[in-house]
T-cell receptor, first 113, second 111 residues
Framework: GENVEQHPSTLSVQEGDSAVIKCTYSDSASNYFPWYKQELGKRPQLIIDIRSNVGEKKDQRIAVTLNKTAKHFSLHITETQPEDSAVYFCAASGSGGYQKVTFGTGTKLQVIP | NAGVTQTPKFRVLKTGQSMTLLCAQDMNHEYMYWYRQDPGMGLRLIHYSVGEGTTAKGEVPDGYNVSRLKKQNFLLGLESAAPSQTSVYFC??????????FGPGTRLTVL
């Protein structure tokens, strides 16, 4: 099955700086890569996703890049704000289709005011 | 719209007891999922369903059973609870199988 590795496990940045979270996956058939944000005590929520026919996708301060050759994808958050503090999970679909994803182990992001 | 709801929110069981967690969604979604979340381990898929009457195993199915008799409900059963099943359980649903909408979670402790 699919195996997703996520780094770093914790990340502290100053408010206004950028944050980058990286993930690698094992199954070259994966074609869907979502990112979820989970605030403390809350449920995970999708913040951005990318499909394998796209190399980069942006939504305001958030961007995701995908390198299918190297089998890695990254989340970039610019101009970080305290409300960006949360745990972020990447995921990859594997060969079973995009209806079932495998999650990474999460990155706890702390934005220091 | 209530979205995805889970019952109960908290539960404490003794080893060997059984229980059922209920997930309900009012968005007419075809796909439903059960995950467990443990510190440092992310979200691991237990079982999932691609439509009413169907179920399939995920990464960590041992010790759990599921049923999807109605499209809007997805039940997760523990027949004989073990301390290793202490976790936070999340249900999720999806319309097309991509974006997943999560419930609020159930915190289960097995003593």
């Amino acid at each position: 099955g699919e195996n997703v590795e996520q780094h770093p496990s914790t990340l502290s940045v100053q408010e206004g700086d950028s944050a980058v979270i990286k993930c690698t996956y094992s199954d070259s058939a994966s074609n869907y890569f979502p990112w979820y944000k989970q605030e403390l005590g809350k449920r995970p929520q999708l913040i951005i996703d990318i499909r394998s026919n796209v190399g980069e996708k942006k939504d305001q301060r958030i961007a995701v890049t995908l390198n299918k050759t190297a089998k890695h994808f990254s989340l970039h958050i610019t101009e970080t704000q305290p409300e960006d503090s949360a745990v972020y999970f990447c995921a990859a679909s594997g060969s079973g289709g995009y209806q079932k994803v495998t999650f990474g182990t999460g990155t706890k992001l702390q934005v220091i005011p | 719209n209530a979205g995805v709801t889970q019952t109960p929110k908290f539960r404490v069981l003794k080893t060997g007891q059984s229980m059922t967690l209920l997930c309900a969604q009012d968005m007419n979604h075809e796909y439903m999922y059960w995950y467990r979340q443990d510190p440092g381990m992310g979200l691991r898929l237990i079982h999932y369903s691609v439509g009413e009457g169907t179920t399939a195993k995920g990464e960590v199915p041992d010790g759990y059973n599921v049923s999807r008799l109605k499209k809007q409900n997805f039940l997760l059963g523990l027949e004989s609870a073990a301390p290793s099943q202490t976790s936070v359980y999340f249900c999720a649903s999806s319309y097309r199988g991509d974006e997943q909408f999560f419930g609020p979670g159930t915190r289960l402790t097995v003593l």
